[in-house]
């Protein structure tokens, strides 16, 4: 079992930065791979950045050169930093952490925290 807190979302203006957190309650070390998907009403929920238990990190392409995946393995939290913030970067963003069961995966999620861009 994993249990998941996100934090750090709010309302901001275009081109300003967020910090996003989620704190695990399991140590990074048993987590294959924790990620951030972000979801607005109407739509699928959409992987936004990705990072695997190696370090290694994947984002999506509307993302990419604005957003930065990273995690603290001490204090058992991954972070997003969000700059140069668009309108359409608003939604709910989710925290998401991948157990390695085997042949099977577990995916964990947070409640969610609203990130709203607008002026």
């Known amino acids: 079992q994993v249990q998941l807190e996100e934090s750090g979302g709010g309302l901001v203006q275009p081109g300003g930065s967020l910090r996003l957190s989620c704190a695990t309650s399991?140590?990074?070390?048993?987590?294959?791979?924790m990620a951030w998907y972000r979801q607005v009403p109407g739509k699928q929920r959409e992987l936004v950045a990705v990072i695997i238990s190696g370090g290694s990190t994947s984002y999506a392409d509307s993302v990419k050169g604005r957003f930065t995946i990273s995690r603290d393995n001490a204090k058992n939290t991954m972070y997003l930093q969000m700059n140069s913030l668009k309108p359409e970067d608003t939604a709910v963003y989710y925290c998401?952490?991948?157990?390695?069961?085997?042949?099977?995966?577990?995916?964990?999620w947070g409640q969610g925290t609203q990130v709203t861009v607008s002026s």
């Open positions: 998401n952490a991948r157990i390695d069961l085997g042949p099977l995966y577990k995916d964990y």
């Open positions: 399991r140590s990074m070390d048993s987590i294959y791979s």
